[in-house]
């Protein structure tokens, strides 16, 4: 994980030492365009020499799993995050639909504590989902990581929250990014993700879901705060283009 977390789980720093997994998740679109020109590619070895990327550098973390579009549980994707940890109740992750160097980016999502949860606005708690089924279930893994120290790292994320927007939506054969932004959601139980959908994924990194979900047994489930995975109560809140102007009179502005 960061720094911070590779000085108290000596265990989990070694193992992400270890590896981040294969290049096993094609992208599923193509993209319209002319080949790069050798300009650009020279401006790009320029660019890779001489330009700092810190906060790329900072990207500490891979995790592969499974978002969904809040209102359209049908819509079903996999998932790969690369993830900072910008504190230990904060970490933000860019998101791609495999993970490949043609890998397209997908999102964002933030992921905090149960103590911020906790103090978020009653409204804002709608657009956050949970984390504990997709720790227990085995569906979110840490790829290329020992399973001790998957096992430590997800006994961290097990009660966690995510606010996840996806701008591209590629699991529709989107060539280009299309259409309004979409607020994504996590998994809460058995039968909800298509397992055809995991199947492919254990295949592709060579892991076993069901295997996970024997070795996180142990990991206790935390109750879940209410407000989160609102979708489950009929309040769906997603994003819609509007020729309005936004109201930035709210909470944090």
Known sequence: MSRKIGTALPLLAMGLLAGCGGENTETNVQVPGSEKTTESKALEMSAELMQDKAPLTRIDMYLAGFHFYNGHPQGQMEAHHYVTQLNEDVQQAIIFDGNGEDAKLMGVEYIISERLFKKLPEEEK????????????????????????????????????GKTIHTWHTDRNMELPFGAPMIMMGFTRDGQLRQELVDERDRNLEVSTAEKRRQRADIPTPEVVPGANAWEQGEVRQLQLTDKAPDLQQHGH
């Open 126 to 161: 709608k657009l956050w989902h949970s984390h504990h089924y997709e720790v227990k279930s085995g569906t979110l893994i840490a790829p290329g990581i020992p399973d001790a120290a998957e096992h430590q790292l997800m006994e961290k994320l097990v009660s966690t929250y």
